[in-house]
């Protein structure tokens, strides 16, 4: 697998442009950390013959099974496999104003998940970067929303958030079952075509809103 996971190539493509670093070391380490308790999730799910999280029971068996080695190849993906609607500014508007009232709620232990992605979310929106928009598909609209989210508010942002939490690309023709072929292959190209087609999927997102069903 090539080493440059956390390079975004320009659109364009002339080599003036060459790659750009988007995502330090820490970063990359809190996205993994985040992805492999999500996959987590969906494993434990899988026990229940229900589907879940937006993943039929057969992709979510698919993860399930996963070896240990493969689940940590898949959780270094440079974005995040889950989402909580980090496309939606309203909702999370929504968020910031209740975020100013007493009485916060607090989390139970089966929530702790949210906590994490919502505290990775608030950290890669502290940068003036294109984090937020590659690794959590983050319209502007929304990263300036998140940035009026104060640190103490974060519980009450996972509380609400995690009804709403759902497979990244649930619903794709390609993407999970790529990421079940990628693993089970011996090619390493496999999980750097998946990376790629991740990036471009949020890329599309960015640019038509369309990339979920593209």
């Known amino acids: ?3 440059h996971a956390d390079r975004v190539e320009d659109e ?10 988007v995502l330090d070391a820490a970063a990359l380490d809190c996205i993994r950390e985040a992805n492999l308790g999500f996959l987590a999730l969906v494993g434990r799910a899988a026990r229940t013959g229900l589907p879940r999280y ?4 057969a992709t979510m068996a698919d993860v399930a099974g996963l070896e240990p080695l493969a689940r940590r190849a898949v959780a270094s993906l440079p974005y995040t496999l889950f989402n909580l609607r980090f496309e939606d500014k309203d909702f999370w508007h929504g968020v910031v104003q209740d ?18 992605a919502v505290f990775l979310a608030w ?7 294109a984090a937020p928009a590659m690794v959590l598909g983050m319209a502007p609209a929304v990263v300036e929303v998140w940035r009026r989210l104060p640190l103490s508010a974060l519980d009450l942002a996972a509380t ?5 939490l759902e497979a990244r690309w649930g619903a794709h023709a390609r ?27 949020l890329a599309a997102q960015g640019l038509g809103g369309t990339a979920g069903s593209a």
């Open 54 to 57: 937006g993943l039929d029971v």
């Open 1 to 3: 697998m090539r080493d």
């Open 123 to 129: 950290h890669l929106v502290q940068g003036d970067g």
């Open 175 to 201: 993407f999970w079952p790529r990421l079940s072929a990628a693993v089970r292959g011996e090619a390493p190209s496999r999980l750097v075509d998946l990376r790629d087609l991740g990036l471009h999927l």
């Open 12 to 21: 364009r493509g002339d080599a003036q442009y060459g790659p750009r670093a």
């Open 160 to 164: 609400r958030a995690l009804p709403l």
């Open 99 to 116: 975020a100013a009232r007493p009485g916060a709620a607090s989390l139970e232990d089966d929530a702790t998940f949210a906590r994490t």
